[in-house]
């Protein structure tokens, strides 16, 4: 059952932009997940936005959260050649200990 | 640090074999997961467990099953590796909100 789907698939941008990836998801959530994945690796927490909240910010990374559409961004600015990895976005519904995770965005940095 | 391991990187089997894939963490964490993950599929979930001795199906049961004797151990199983079973093995483990993930195992079965 996949309820998060991130958008693009692929992105490519030059070092130093800024890259933005979104995730829509189908039903109410408790939180909201985003992991990165490096290539051939597990995947690594980077950041969780509840419910009623409707923006995060860690280091260089920012996320928004907009229940009324069921979506959600993730923003990286600043990218360096390091970013380039996978991004998931997973969702967590109430009573529920599992998340489910979406496709994935590949996000590719070009010097 | 919370750290999970996974038995092995890369793992080669034939068809039929019985195959074994551990998982390990060292957090006390109540729940445990095994994920595939396969090119344009993304993750789905196999198994999970919210304590010892017990497990709940995923989305994709079928041709696995699991063991979980300890708290910290959660075992996959393929009772009889088929070709389709040929992909990338995630562990992970989590307490509260989020998972932490092993390395993963690649499987292939010839």
């Known amino acids: 059952s996949q309820q998060g789907e991130e958008d693009p698939q692929a992105l490519s941008i030059q070092e130093g932009e800024n890259a933005t990836m979104n995730c829509s998801y189908k039903?109410?959530?408790?939180?909201l997940q985003w992991y990165r994945q490096n290539s051939g690796r597990g995947l690594v927490h980077l950041i969780l936005i509840r419910s009623n909240e409707r923006e995060k910010h860690s280091g260089r990374l920012r996320v928004t959260l907009d229940t009324s559409k069921k979506s959600s961004s993730l923003l990286i600015t600043a990218s360096r050649a390091a970013d380039t990895a996978s991004y998931f976005c997973?969702?967590?519904?109430?009573?529920?200990?599992?998340?489910?995770f979406g496709k994935g965005t590949r996000l590719h940095i070009l010097p | 640090d919370v750290k999970v391991t996974q038995s092995s990187r890369y793992l080669v089997k034939r068809t039929g074999e019985k195959v074994f894939l551990e998982c390990v963490q060292d957090m006390d964490h109540e729940n445990m997961f095994w994920y595939r993950q396969d090119p344009g599929l993304g993750l789905r979930l196999i198994y999970f467990s919210y304590d010892v001795k017990m497990k709940e199906k995923g989305d994709i049961p079928e041709g696995y099953s699991v063991s979980r004797e300890k708290k910290e151990r959660f075992s996959l199983i393929l009772e009889s590796a088929s070709t389709n079973q040929t992909s990338m093995y995630l562990c992970?483990?989590?307490?509260?909100?989020?998972?932490?993930f092993g390395p993963g195992t690649r499987l292939t079965v010839t």
């Open positions: 992970a483990s989590s307490s509260r909100n989020e998972q932490y």
């Open positions: 997973a969702t967590e519904t109430w009573g529920d200990d599992k998340i489910i």
């Open positions: 039903t109410s959530i408790n939180n």
